[in-house]
């Protein structure tokens, strides 16, 4: 009786599969946190009767996505005829949404259109508005210009992509927790973080910021930062995702216990530890130098990647470096080329990538090849170039060069370029009557070549300024030779500070073969003489901040407490000792190199210091080689150092500058050789005339 009960039960469960087989899919998605992510888009505004923006978004390949939406805020001209005016949305290329702007001319309007998961990507999604804004009736059918100042749309930035989503579990490899650990909503959570031993040494702080700036370095969220933390109770609480690098005989028993390895002499090893919904990556070994390898090794995304398993073993032969920075002089604009569609204005932007301390030089060149479609009215279609938004040249569209057409350009050597920088191809298609014969989507074209090439030389900058920051800690994309001096007691505000330096210098490094040396301030001045210098903490608490008090522009009163009036600002007394500072110096300790002082009063004000390098939003607030910050917010930044006389040009080079100028001196050099032979071919003559009546 009861194995046919229990059958029966079987067979009732079975149909129940059978009938409902999303059920233990369903039931597994409804355990999962429904989370939210947001990414805003910028302010934009769609001018002329056919214009269009972009937005792109990203959606991690370890998300469950229930749903996306995107938010539109818009205001859209007075003059817009509703019945003839159109807003078509696309996802990756393919329309889903065309919507009219409606009536409501005079306010805000809010719509909220649902995206198609079909169309949806792992990995970067672009979403396209195309708007078509009619001010005309043209009830009479005539032909009217697409470029009407009238038509607009004005898009605020407090539109932008809503994807609701639930979070994939950790998998068993360390290729999975790397993806996670690094992802947007992660950094956004504040889910992750580096760790080291709360009584460990600074050999495991070094290798802990090779792999933090490495790991920042591929980070889906540069505006959140990845913390590097003491190693206790309190700071892993609500940190489902941490890494932990530590020498073996430093980390907590219980880890030590779970090791698959314990005779870690000769190697290191980076193990996978998973408990519940928490997943550690311990990184240890009894070796220090091997301890820092495998920090490089964390820190080199490309091999994180590759590890399907939940460790592994790096020994002195390991392979951890990251390529070499080859800065190369000719940089292709694209690997198979790119098409453009549509009428009117059309972009395409190319992201060039260059170390921070490069600076664009003399003789830089464009060479852009291009072709585009012949229907268009080549009286008013052109191509215009741009770098960083600022147009360097542009030429009229013909009918005679629509299938193969070139441009080059010099890039000028007066907008002051360094790092990274973009060049923009604006097309105007425009085409005859264009009213007239309606919209075309696939018309008109213009198709940038893959032979489109730009040609760059390149100069250091060596000024020691944070217009150039982060040289000189970063030479070349590599680190350059660092040391950091602390404090000998260290608490959470002066992790912080590190984690803040070595976030930031992480986005801008392309290699981890440079080398970062940790210190406290008993350092030997003579192990510092050719290193570049970061000295963090208080007058009180860091020896090489007290002792070259007399050499930073803001300098401690007689008590060390708060910062005196310099010949650039007023400083009372109490306001003083309530602001941190960022002073780069030329180094005491060696010619040609710098020296940076990250202090204040106490390590909060250290801190606060430190956020104007933390991230690329704050480093735009300052410049010169001083900066002062307060709690407001209220950041003070000026240039110490004198600026050095231009040198004027020698009168050889000015005159060399000038091809027209070097074109006559040669041509009357010439005349002058011919007159010369002429001369001698004269006299030549005249004594054998001479010689004869003789």
């Known amino acids: 009786m009861e194995r046919r009960a229990g059958f029966a039960a079987w067979v009732i469960a079975l149909v129940v599969a059978l009938l409902i087989p999303g059920a233990g899919t369903l039931s597994a998605a409804a355990n999962q946190v429904q989370k939210i992510y947001e990414t805003p888009m910028p302010e934009t505004s769609l001018m002329g009767t056919n214009a269009y923006a972009q937005q792109f978004f990203q959606v991690p390949n370890y998300w469950n996505v229930e749903s996306a939406s995107f938010r539109l805020d818009y205001k859209v001209s007075q003059l817009t005829v509703n019945d003839l005016s159109v807003v078509t949305l696309k996802l990756n290329g393919k329309p889903f949404y065309t919507l009219r702007p409606g009536t409501e001319t005079n306010q805000k309007v809010t ?108 980070s889906g969220n540069t505006s959140r930062i990845i913390p590097l933390l003491p190693y206790r109770a309190d700071n892993v609480k609500n940190k489902p995702l941490g890494i932990l690098v530590g020498l073996t005989k430093n980390l907590p028993s219980d880890l030590r216990a779970k090791l698959n390895e314990t005779s870690l002499q000769d190697k290191a090893l980076i193990q996978l530890i998973q408990s ?272 070259n008090n007399d050499k930073l522009y803001f300098r401690y009163d007689g008590t060390g407490e708060g910062f005196q009036s310099n010949e650039k600002i007023s400083i009372e007394e109490g306001y003083g000792k309530r602001v941190g500072t960022l002073q780069l110096i030329d180094s005491p300790y060696g010619k040609g190199h710098g020296f940076l002082a990250i202090t204040g009063s106490s390590s909060e004000y250290v801190y606060l210091a430190s956020k104007l390098v933390g991230n690329s939003a704050n480093l735009y607030k300052i410049f010169g080689d001083g900066a002062m910050v307060d709690k407001d917010g209220q950041v003070n930044a000026f240039r110490f150092k004198k600026e050095a006389e231009p040198k004027e040009p020698a009168v050889l080079t000015q005159v060399l500058d000038r091809s027209d100028v070097v074109g006559f001196m040669i041509a009357i050099m010439l005349v002058l050789v011919l007159v010369l032979v002429s001369l001698v071919l004269l006299v030549r003559k005249h004594r054998k005339t001479k010689r004869r009546r003789g």
Request: hydrophobic share 35%; with cysteine.
């Open 111 to 218: 719509r909220t259109i649902g995206l198609p998961l079909e169309y949806l990507k792992s990995g970067v999604n672009e979403l396209t508005i195309e708007g078509v804004i009619q001010t005309k009736n043209n009830a009479d059918q005539m032909c009217v210009p697409t470029q009407d100042q009238g038509s607009w749309l004005q898009i605020f930035d407090s539109s932008g992509v809503d994807v609701k989503y639930g979070v994939k579990p950790v998998g068993a490899s360390i290729s999975d927790f790397n993806r996670h650990f690094i992802g947007m909503d992660t950094l956004q959570d504040g889910h992750a973080a580096v760790f080291v031993p709360e009584a460990g040494d600074l050999n495991e702080t070094e290798a802990a910021v090779y792999a933090l700036s490495g790991l920042t370095g591929v």
């Open 276 to 547: 519940g919904t928490s997943s550690l990556l311990v990184a240890t070994s009894d070796n220090a130098e091997l301890l820092k390898k495998a920090g490089r090794f964390i820190g080199n995304s490309a091999l994180m990647e590759q590890l399907q398993g939940s460790s592994k073993l790096v020994s002195e032969t390991t392979e951890v470096n990251t390529p070499a920075l080859n800065i190369s002089r000719y940089f292709p604009l694209t690997g198979s080329g790119d098409k453009l569609t549509g009428p009117s204005h059309r972009e395409k932007n190319y992201f060039i990538t260059l170390p921070s301390n490069r600076s664009i030089a003399e003789a830089s060149k464009l060479s852009l090849d291009f072709r585009y479609a012949t229907n268009l009215d080549f009286d008013r279609s052109m191509i215009t170039v741009l770098v960083n938004n600022v147009p360097i040249g542009s030429k009229k569209l013909t009918a005679e060069r629509a299938g193969g057409d070139n441009l080059e350009l010099t890039i000028p050597k007066n907008l002051g370029i360094s790092g990274n920088f973009t060049i923009t191809t604006a097309f105007d298609l425009e085409i005859k009557n264009a009213v007239c014969t309606g919209n075309q989507d696939q018309m008109p074209w213009a198709f940038v070549s893959k032979d489109s090439v730009l040609q760059l030389n390149t100069k250091d900058r060596t000024d020691m300024l944070f217009n150039n920051y982060p040289y000189p800690f970063l030479r070349d994309g590599s680190f350059n030779r660092v040391a950091v001096v602390l404090p000998q007691a260290r608490d959470n505000y002066t992790y912080a500070a590190i984690s803040n330096l070595f976030n930031l210098m992480g986005q801008f490094a392309a290699s981890n073969t440079g080398e970062i040396r940790f210190y406290t301030d008993e350092v030997a001045e003579s192990e510092l003489k050719d290193r570049q210098i970061i000295a963090i903490g208080s007058y009180a608490d860091n020896r090489y901040i007290r002792d």
